[in-house]
């Protein structure tokens, strides 16, 4: 369990937050300077509030109040940062050698063969980084923040500096690594795909401050968050089920308590569970039952609630089958439609649309 509270006066506004987070990943979301790396360098050690107490199961690593301030080195805190930082003179063996030995031997819960394994260096073990591609000096970042055993392991967006395919590679290794050692993970991220695919608890954070704490599903679907979240990035978090893959076209198609989905193809297997964004403004409204169109998903629902602003756009929530499904269109069309609260309407949404 990590609490932390924290206070810091900044150059452009005050730092003022308060989280807790528990076993999984509690990723810190907001836009870019939103003060979420100077909160997670408060937690390491980096950086010293102004105010405040952190704690990690009881044991304190800072109170103001009674002035503690535990060094870096004491705080069992592991660290991956956004480009690495491997030390350059060291194979990648050496460079996990040296994580590991910054643990106690008695506070060791893994093994270098464990880590090896878990992220697939065993045929790195004997280059050195400079012979390594981006997405390879993050796994091995990250081993070397694991084999020190941490309390927590702290990573302060490590997937911007890499390309798609490195990212999707390293995002499996993160799910790996979360499912089998179970280490508390904080991870700070403005990638809204990396929120849906990874947390477990959101704390979304604007000009210093928590805007909003929750599951992934409840914050990123609120529409009163549209600012600190971005206009467009409205939407709907699904938990869905793989039911089954068209190899010829490169589709899945996936169950839900709505209905079924066809989506690009997704790297998992018949059965597994995935988390899946649907961006409110990729949701078009029909009256009547469609035919003849491109769309794939067309799923029958009520509008659960309409908020017409004064620009030119309209918020819906869809009832689809008890999922709350966000929609955002023009108030123009929600007129011409003469939509309101109950009226029975099919959700239409592009497969191409579709991201995990």
Same mark, same amino acid.
């Given at each position: 369990? $990590?609490?932390?509270?924290?206070?810091?006066?900044?150059?452009? =506004?005050?730092?003022?937050?308060?989280?807790? @987070?528990?076993? /999984?990943?509690?990723?810190?979301?907001? #836009?870019?300077?939103?003060?979420?790396?100077?909160?997670?360098? *408060?937690?390491?050690?980096?950086?010293?509030?102004?105010?405040?107490?952190?704690?990690?199961?009881?044991?304190?690593? =800072? %109170? @103001?109040?009674?002035?503690?301030?535990?060094?870096?080195?004491?705080?069992?805190?592991?660290?991956?940062?956004?480009?690495? &930082?491997?030390?350059?003179?060291?194979?990648?063996?050496?460079?996990?050698?040296?994580?590991?030995?910054?643990?106690?031997?008695?506070?060791?819960?893994?093994?270098?063969?464990?880590?090896?394994?878990?992220? /697939?260096?065993?045929?790195?073990?004997?280059?050195?980084?400079?012979?390594? @591609?981006?997405?390879?000096?993050? #796994?091995?970042?990250?081993?070397?923040?694991?084999?020190?055993?941490? &309390?927590?392991?702290?990573?302060?967006?490590?997937? *911007?500096?890499?390309? !798609?395919?490195?990212?999707?590679?390293?995002?499996?290794?993160?799910?790996?690594? !979360?499912?089998?050692?179970?280490?508390?993970?904080?991870?700070?991220?403005?990638?809204?795909?990396?929120?849906?695919?990874?947390? %477990?608890?959101?704390? $979304?954070?604007?000009?210093?401050?928590?805007?909003?704490?929750?599951?992934?599903? %409840?914050?990123?679907?609120?529409?009163?968050? &549209?600012?600190?979240?971005?206009? =467009?990035?409205?939407?709907?978090?699904?938990?869905?089920?793989?039911?089954?893959?068209?190899?010829?076209?490169?589709?899945?198609? $996936?169950?839900?308590? /709505?209905?079924?989905?066809?989506?690009?193809?997704?790297?998992?297997?018949?059965?597994?569970?995935?988390? $899946?964004?649907?961006?409110?403004?990729?949701?078009?409204?029909?009256?009547?039952?469609?035919?003849?169109? @491109?769309?794939?998903?067309?799923?029958?629902?009520?509008?659960?609630?309409?908020?017409?602003?004064?620009?030119?756009?309209?918020?819906?929530?869809? %009832?689809?089958?008890?999922?709350?499904? *966000?929609?955002?269109?023009? &108030?123009?069309?929600?007129?011409?439609?003469?939509?309101?609260?109950?009226?029975?309407?099919?959700?239409?949404?592009?497969?191409?649309?579709?991201?995990?």
């Amino acid at each position: 369990m $990590l609490n932390v509270r924290v206070i810091k006066q900044l150059t452009s =506004f005050d730092l003022d937050t308060e989280f807790t @987070s528990e076993a /999984g990943i509690t990723a810190l979301f907001g #836009r870019s300077g939103a003060g979420k790396t100077t909160l997670i360098n *408060a937690i390491a050690g980096l950086v010293r509030p102004d105010a405040g107490r952190i704690e990690i199961n009881g044991d304190c690593l =800072f %109170d @103001s109040a009674r002035g503690v301030d535990l060094p870096v080195e004491r705080r069992r805190v592991g660290y991956v940062f956004q480009e690495g &930082r491997l030390f350059p003179h060291l194979t990648v063996h050496g460079n996990l050698n040296y994580g590991y030995a910054l643990a106690q031997p008695a506070q060791r819960y893994v093994e270098l063969k464990q880590v090896v394994d878990l992220l /697939g260096l065993g045929h790195l073990l004997e280059r050195r980084p400079a012979n390594l @591609s981006g997405g390879e000096k993050q #796994r091995v970042a990250i081993g070397r923040a694991l084999l020190a055993s941490p &309390r927590v392991l702290l990573m302060d967006e490590p997937l *911007a500096a890499l390309d !798609h395919l490195r990212k999707n590679e390293i995002l499996r290794y993160i799910e790996c690594l !979360h499912a089998e050692i179970k280490v508390p993970i904080v991870y700070v991220t403005h990638a809204v795909e990396e929120i849906v695919r990874l947390a %477990d608890v959101v704390v $979304l954070m604007a000009a210093g401050k928590v805007v909003a704490t929750g599951k992934p599903g %409840d914050v990123m679907g609120r529409t009163d968050l &549209r600012a600190p979240t971005g206009i =467009f990035e409205g939407g709907t978090v699904i938990e869905a089920r793989v039911v089954s893959h068209d190899l010829h076209y490169d589709l899945t198609t $996936l169950e839900f308590s /709505g209905g079924a989905l066809t989506v690009p193809g997704v790297d998992a297997l018949p059965g597994e569970s995935i988390r $899946l964004r649907v961006r409110a403004r990729d949701v078009s409204i029909a009256l009547t039952l469609p035919q003849d169109v @491109s769309l794939l998903n067309v799923l029958p629902g009520r509008v659960a609630t309409l908020t017409a602003g004064t620009g030119s756009s309209c918020d819906l929530r869809l %009832d689809v089958g008890g999922v709350n499904l *966000a929609a955002r269109i023009t &108030r123009l069309s929600a007129d011409r439609l003469k939509l309101a609260v109950g009226t029975e309407v099919y959700a239409l949404i592009k497969a191409i649309s579709l991201d995990r």
